[in-house]
């Protein structure tokens, strides 16, 4: 480009949930580093977000970029359909090693939500194998699992996003997490009258992302294994969010001593450098596709699946789960965000305060210009972005305790008015 990047390309970005006619125009980055961005201006945010969830070891972390670099000299890609590669073997191998029960079969993708549609893919083809029909899934309010079309289906309808989009997609059975025994009773129903055309029950564990950063227990997921085992259904976790380290544990369902018949990989899956997905299937679904008739087979094929880069950089961050004490950091920052965050509760407008391993939330009773509330935060050197009455800290587990602490000061500054 021949002059100011912003000025000349940014008429043609379209960008992410934004109203382009009256959006803010979006900071210009110039380069990442650790927790920080730093701006075309000179100016550093401390983030946190993490990049929406991925970087769980920061930016630019040289083992994953050392990894990448090598990958980049001998094979940036090949094709996946007849050829097969070290990098995704050795990811898969580790991935099965790591994965409670026997998820072992890994299907990669290059986005959370294409990892979702293959598990709705792959699960409604599971009965289909096996000589039933079954074309719904049970889902939970408040749930969230991506913006195709599949994954807004089994979402929750009133979330808002995709509210007006809801003629066109598939309707599924939309519930109230089994979290007390008034709700235990009514799944229980729902599936006794229901569970003959349900293929399987789809639950992001622990921690409904961006449905509200709403958290929920592990008993939760115990009667959900349980009524899929009694019903005869597939549990599929969407460990999207939740996987790596996020709620404390590798992955969430860790904490109800649970596997799932799928799980969904993705965002901090490659440390936040590359994209990269992986649906992961139980030995039994796996099995329901070995015939040897090929209308048997799993038809999907995404052209960058199993990309050799993102590959390396998920085996590097891999490395670095073994190497660096990344869930004792997880600990550290919950115990932090928690006496930290504490003192928003008597703050105005403040309707709840919970944390749950590296993720800090504060509800408010409601947000009345969502962007000047974002706004408000990039004054004070964060990168935080709250979206609906939400406001969320999902930091790098890398982050020092005083770029923790100036994240934490800053959503109590704003929320209490006043400014450094």
Known sequence: MTGDWLAEGLPHLWRPYAQMKTATPPLPVKRTEGCRIILEDGRELIDGTASW???????????????????????????????????????ALRLAKLLPGDLDHVFFSDSGSVAVEIALKMATQYWINRGELRSKFLAFKNGYHGDTLGAMAISDPQEGMHRHLQAMLPQHLIADL????????????????????????IVEPLVQGAG??????????????????????????????????????????????????????????????????????????????????????????????????????????????????????????????????????????????????????????????????RQRFIAEDVWIRPFGNTIYLTPSFTIDAGDLSFLTNAVQRVLAGGTR
């Not at 972390?61 to 670099?69: F, L, M, N, Q, Y």
């Not at 980049?72 to 990811?91: D, N, S």
């Not at 999207?240 to 590798?250: D, E, K, P, Q």
């Open 212 to 373: 509200g950063m709403i958290f929920h227990d592990a008993a939760v997921l115990r009667h959900l294994r349980m009524m899929a085992d009694r019903y005869g259904l597939l549990l599929i976790c969407d460990e999207i969010f939740t996987g790596f380290g996020r709620t404390g544990a590798l992955f969430a369902s860790e904490a109800a001593s649970i596997a799932p018949d799928i799980i969904m990989l993705s965002k901090a899956l490659t440390g936040g450098t590359v994209a990269l997905a992986a649906t992961v299937a139980r030995r039994h679904v796996f099995d329901a596709f070995l015939s040897d008739d090929f209308d048997k087979a799993l038809m999907h094929g995404p052209t960058f699946m199993a990309n050799p880069l993102a590959c390396a950089a998920a085996n590097a961050s891999l490395d670095l789960f073994e190497r660096e004490p990344r869930l004792e950091q997880v600990v550290a920052i919950e115990r932090m965000l928690r006496h930290d965050l504490a003192a928003c509760r008597d703050l105005p407008g403040v309707r709840d305060v919970r944390v749950m391993g590296a993720i800090g939330v504060v509800e408010l009773a409601q947000v009345s210009d969502i962007e000047k509330l």
């Open 53 to 91: 969830w991925t970087a769980c070891h920061g930016y630019n972390h040289p083992h994953i970029r050392a990894a990448i670099t090598a990958q980049l000299e001998t094979m940036p890609h090949v094709m996946f359909a007849g050829l097969a590669h070290e990098p995704a073997a050795r990811l």
């Open 178 to 201: 089994p979290d007390n025994s008034e709700r235990i009773a009514a799944l229980d129903a729902l599936l006794e009258k229901h569970g003959r055309d349900i293929a399987g029950i």
